[in-house]
C-alpha cells in the first residue's frame, strides 16, 4: 500500500477522533463544567455543544449512584432523593432513638456544585445527620414522635440555607422511621394499655352515671305522675261525693217540702222523718236475734210524739 494512501487514512483517522472528542452532545436535564487547561471555560447546555479536543475537558465531580461514592463528568439538573442510613441520635429526655431520613434536593447552579464544595453527596449527608441530631436533641421522645412535620419543616429549613452556596435547592425532607429502644418500646405499649383502659373505666362510668340519672329521672316522673293521677282521683272523688250530698240534701229538702204541704204546718215534718227511720231501725232489729237483743227507748216521748206525727199524716190523707 503505497505511503499516500496510509498517510490519507490516517489522517481521516484522526479526524473523525478529533470530531467525536470536538461534538459533545448533551442530554435534557443534564449538563457538563468544561475546563480549559484546567481553568473553568463554559457550562454545557442540553443539545449539540462544540469544544477543543485535548485542551477542553469536563470536570469529573463526585455523585452518589447505588449507595457509592462515584466520580462523573455528568451533572444530573433533575430533582435527586438520597436515602441516608439509620443514625442513633439521643433526644432531650436521653433515649437513644434510631432514625432515618429522605432527601430530595436538586443542583440549581452547575457551577457552584463543582467548586464550592469538594464532595456535594457526602456533604450533604453529614450536614444533615448534624442537623438532625441537633432539632431532635431539643426534643423530648414524645414529641419526636408527634412532630415529624415540625422536625422535617425545621431541617429543610436549615438545610436550604446552608446548601444554597453550593447551588443545590432542598425541596423535601421526609422522616421514614422512628425508632425508640426495645424497652421504651415496651413500656410505650404498657402506658398506651393503660390508657385505654382507663379510657374504657371512664366510658363505662359515664355510661353508667348517665344510666343512673336517666333511672331516677324516670322514676320521679312515674311517681309525679302516681301523686297527679291520686290526686285527680281524690279530687274527682271529693268532687262526687259533694255533689251527690248535694242531691242528697236536695232531695232531702224536697221530701220535707212535701211532707210539709202533706201534714199541714201544725206538725213538725223533722219528727215525721225521725220517726219514719225509728221504725225503719226497730223493724231491722226484729229482724236480728232476738235472743241477744234488748231494746230500751232512749226517749219514748219522742217516739210517741213521732208516731203521734204518723198518725196525724194518717188522719190528714
Excluded at 58 to 82: C, F, H, W
Excluded at 143 to 161: F, G, H, M, P, W
Excluded at 247 to 269: F, L
Aim: charged share 25%; hydrophobic share 40%.
Amino acid at each position: 500500500m503505497p505511503v499516500a494512501t496510509i498517510l490519507l487514512i490516517v489522517i481521516v483517522v484522526l479526524v473523525l477522533i478529533f470530531i467525536k472528542k470536538a461534538v459533545v452532545i448533551i442530554p435534557q436535564s443534564e449538563t457538563r463544567i468544561i475546563e480549559r487547561l484546567g481553568k473553568y471555560y463554559a457550562t454545557l447546555n442540553p443539545g449539540i455543544n462544540i469544544i477543543v479536543p485535548f485542551i477542553d475537558k469536563a470536570k469529573d465531580i463526585p455523585v452518589l449512584r447505588r449507595g457509592r461514592y462515584m466520580y462523573s463528568n455528568t451533572i444530573d439538573l433533575r430533582e435527586q432523593v438520597y436515602d441516608f442510613d439509620k443514625q442513633n441520635v439521643i433526644t432531650k429526655d436521653n433515649v437513644q432513638t434510631e432514625i432515618n431520613a429522605l432527601l430530595y434536593f436538586q443542583i440549581v447552579d452547575p457551577f457552584k456544585a463543582a467548586y464550592e464544595i469538594n464532595n456535594l453527596p457526602n456533604a450533604i449527608e453529614k450536614l444533615t445527620q448534624t442537623t438532625l441530631r441537633n432539632i431532635i436533641g431539643e426534643l423530648e421522645l414524645d414529641e419526636t414522635l408527634t412532630s415529624r412535620d415540625t422536625i422535617n419543616t425545621k431541617l429543610r429549613a436549615v438545610l436550604d440555607d446552608a446548601t444554597d452556596k453550593w447551588g443545590v435547592k432542598v425541596n423535601r425532607v421526609e422522616l421514614q422511621d422512628i425508632t425508640p429502644p426495645a424497652s421504651v418500646l415496651q413500656a410505650m405499649e404498657k402506658q398506651m394499655q393503660a390508657e385505654r383502659n382507663k379510657r374504657a373505666i371512664i366510658l363505662t362510668s359515664e355510661g353508667q352515671k348517665q344510666s343512673a340519672i336517666l333511672q331516677s329521672e324516670g322514676e320521679k316522673a312515674s311517681v309525679i305522675n302516681r301523686a297527679e293521677a291520686a290526686k285527680q282521683e281524690q279530687i274527682l272523688q271529693a268532687e262526687g261525693e259533694a255533689t251527690a250530698r248535694i242531691r242528697k240534701a236536695e232531695a232531702e229538702a224536697i221530701a220535707i217540702q212535701k211532707i210539709t204541704e202533706a201534714v199541714g204546718q201544725s206538725t213538725n215534718p223533722a219528727n215525721y222523718l225521725l220517726a219514719q227511720k225509728y221504725i225503719t231501725m226497730m223493724e231491722e232489729l226484729a229482724q236480728g236475734d232476738k235472743t241477744k237483743t234488748v231494746y230500751l227507748p232512749y226517749e219514748a216521748t219522742n217516739l210517741l210524739g213521732s208516731i203521734g206525727g204518723i198518725k196525724d199524716l194518717f188522719k190528714a190523707e
